[in-house]
């Protein structure tokens, strides 16, 4: 019950425009008194009028997606948590944003609360598994991120595990594909909160430069990572959030974008670089329809990555 109330509360005391701006999500247009539409910042998504918000109401609803709600709604959907984690973010904010002063100051400096280390290490992972080779990973790269076939017990029994480790370096989860066509195609341990990790961070980190390459999964990592590209992370997915979003502005200062040449990849790569270039400058490299980076060469890799000229697609 005391819950119902916070909840109540909060959903009262922050404006959803308030929420939009913090999150820098600015290229809603006004039309009529109390709405804005723009294109969903949660799915990317082709059309420009898809998502609507009512600032009277305190309400969005995308059409294209479906997500829709209250503000607790939109900060879970953005975060990638749950209503209760939302909720408590919001009310965080709240005295901050009580004379809705800009969102640069205060909250930044918050550390994003970071996905518990796991308490075990899968053992007798074969490194060298045939799999690895046909997708173009060579033995010491797998070796080195530990990646391989787990034939022992349990979740990912059967699955090629791949090592997710967190900023510091310490493991926080595996993710487990399935090599003989079985659903899902990529599984994760239960909890594991992907909206808070970037996969390679603290090898592309330790790099020390102040440019990241971004992909979308694990093999697009590798592969860009074996092509001599060390500072490399991959979302695992298309959509980036919140946290991942504050990972990467805090350490890099340029982010070149490298999602899949498919329409969502594209337009995806559209909303992520709209996120980030209020801190970072963001180009996309644009791939050929429907290639992925795994798919291409070392070679066409460093032609397409270390190709000159043409500016940042953002500033
Ligand atoms: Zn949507």
Redesign the pocket.
Known sequence: MANWIEFAAIKRAVPLAAVLERYRINGLRRSGQNQLRGR?P??G?EGRE??HVNTAAQVFH?F??G?GGSVLDLVAAIEGCGVRAAAEKLSEWRSLLGDLAPPQKPTVTKKTRSVPPLRFRLRGVDVRHPYLASRGIRAATASEFGIGFYAGPGLMSQRLVIPIEDEAGRLVGYGGRSLDGSEPRYRFPAGFGKSRVLFNLHRAAATGQATVIVVEGFFDCLKVYQAGFGSVVALMGSALYEPQRRLLVQRFRQIVLMLDGDAPGRRAAAVVAARLSADCSVRIVPLAANSQPDQLSEQALQEVLERKGGQPETQ
Do not use: D, P, V
């Open positions: 969903c949660l799915h998504g898809t998502f995308c294209s997606c997500a």
